[in-house]
């Protein structure tokens, strides 16, 4: 059987970008037009298999992106391995306030955490605010794993964690 290694992975970004729905699409294959915000934190797992010899867990907490919830995050954030920091790139001030998650993450969280920048909502084409090329360069300034994603359409869900799967210490 394949080996089994588990990871703490937690989602940062702003309330309503779609971190909830990523996870949904990711862990259930599901999504829902009309999502509740998230209270909290939510806890889901889900697996990933790389190969015949190796399978990732992934332990997942899916913050909340309200504002008065933020003191509860570097909870979440303090022992995890890996971070998905979601943005809509429908929406800059969303870009803006990822940015200011990855910067305390990169002071504050595990020296070696693997960070992904996710744009969500890239079914959204015709109201796109970010441009892709504009994020995907700030991404590799910061040496983040970038890619933009649609829980609503499945567009580059498997694919987000399973490039963090990939970049993660499986020794
Ligand atoms: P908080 O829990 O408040 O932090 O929000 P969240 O980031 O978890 O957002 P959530 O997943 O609840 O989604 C917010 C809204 O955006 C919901 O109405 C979703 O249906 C919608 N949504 C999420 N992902 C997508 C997507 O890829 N495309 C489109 N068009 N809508 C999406
Ligand atoms: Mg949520």
């Known amino acids: 059987p394949p ?3 588990q990871f703490k992975l937690v989602l940062l970004g702003e309330s309503a970008v779609g971190k909830s729905s990523l996870v949904l ?7 829902d037009d009309y999502r509740e915000s ?10 990933v298999s790389l190969d ?28 995890a391995n890996c971070a998905v920091v979601v943005y809509d790139i429908t929406q800059p001030s969303s870009l803006e306030k990822a940015k200011a998650w990855i910067r305390e993450l990169q002071r504050q969280a595990d020296p070696n955490i693997i960070i992904a920048l996710a ?6 084409a015709s109201r796109r605010a ?6 995907q360069a700030y991404a590799s300034e910061e040496n983040l794993l970038f890619l ?7 567009a580059n869900v498997s694919e987000l964690f399973t490039m963090i799967a990939r970049k993660l210490p499986l020794e």
């Not at 744009?119 to 959204?124: E, I, P, S, V």
């Open 148 to 154: 933009e994603t649609s829980a609503k359409d499945n």
């Open 3 to 5: 080996r089994l290694l």
């Open 25 to 31: 699409r990711f862990v259930k294959d599901q999504f």
């Open 130 to 135: 970010v441009p892709s090329e504009e994020a």
């Open 119 to 124: 744009g969500n909502k890239a079914d959204l």
């Open 52 to 79: 015949e010899s190796t399978t990732v867990k992934f332990e997942i907490w899916d913050t909340a992106g309200q504002e008065r919830y933020k003191s509860l995050a570097p909870m979440y954030y303090r022992n």
């Open 38 to 47: 998230t209270i909290g934190a939510a806890f889901l797992t889900q697996t």
